[in-house]
């Protein structure tokens, strides 16, 4: 099994800022993945993070405006960048491990 | 591009019944097809993965079943309990070379009363 933990587990932010949000896992993982869950919407995979890698955007999703960093088999960081109000929603880190998929907790993001 | 759907409505029922949550997909052929819980301001928890090749599987009170003729994969929660209450998502291998990309169904929304 695997505990993913975030940081922070939510945040205010004002437009054209930016928020980095920190995912640790409890093990060593080859691949993280960010997804994104807008109010009232299904999750959305945004990228997938190697180790020693550049991250692999999804359609519709920029490394410009969701930089990654990936330094160890742990930890990753996801940040959203010049954030508007359409980028309200809760972002998510989740690995795979064996038969099951893990999620962390999320961190809410509201951007007035 | 693929789509998944679960229905919208929510499913009300009554404690001891079983609830059956439906997962239907188009324009795709799924390595394998997962089941979630969400509960409100949390994370997805995962419930059962079923491969292509796999009929059926079952896990305590949960029974997932995944017909790739039909495209359909149903979900089932027997002798239902009011802490069954939540929304269930299925979600879709995005077929690609990793494990753990995946593609979520908006989800159903289960309601389960004493």
């Known amino acids: 099994s695997a505990v993913i933990s975030q940081k922070p587990s939510r945040d205010i932010c004002q437009r054209g800022t930016s928020l980095t949000i920190q995912c640790q896992v409890d093990s060593q993982v080859t691949m993280m993945f960010w997804y994104r869950q807008q109010p009232g919407q299904s999750l959305t995979l945004i990228a997938t993070?190697?180790?020693?890698?550049?991250?692999?955007?999804e359609s519709g999703f920029v490394i410009d405006k969701f930089p990654i960093s990936r330094p160890n088999l742990t930890f990753s960081t996801l940040t959203v960048s010049n954030m508007s109000p359409e980028d309200s929603s809760i972002y998510l880190c989740?690995?795979?491990?064996?038969?099951?998929?893990?999620f962390g907790p999320g961190t809410r993001l509201t951007v007035t | 591009s693929q789509k998944i759907e679960q229905n919208s409505e929510a499913l009300n029922i009554q404690e001891g019944k079983t609830a059956t949550l439906t997962c239907n997909y188009t324009?795709?052929?799924?390595?394998?097809l997962q089941w979630y819980r969400q509960d409100p301001g949390r994370g997805p928890v995962f419930l059962l993965l079923?491969?292509?090749?796999?009929k059926e599987k079952r896990k305590e009170r949960l029974k997932v079943t995944f017909d790739t003729t039909l495209k359909q994969s149903l979900f089932h929660i027997t002798a239902s309990q009011p802490a069954d209450s939540a929304t269930y998502l299925c979600a879709l291998d995005m077929k690609d070379d990793s494990w753990g990309k995946l593609q979520f169904g908006a989800g159903t929304q289960v309601v389960v009363t004493p």
């Open positions: 989740s690995v795979f491990g064996g038969e099951e998929q893990y």
């Open positions: 993070a190697n180790q020693g890698s550049e991250a692999t955007y």
């Open positions: 079923i491969r292509e090749n796999e």
């Open positions: 324009n795709y052929s799924p390595a394998y």
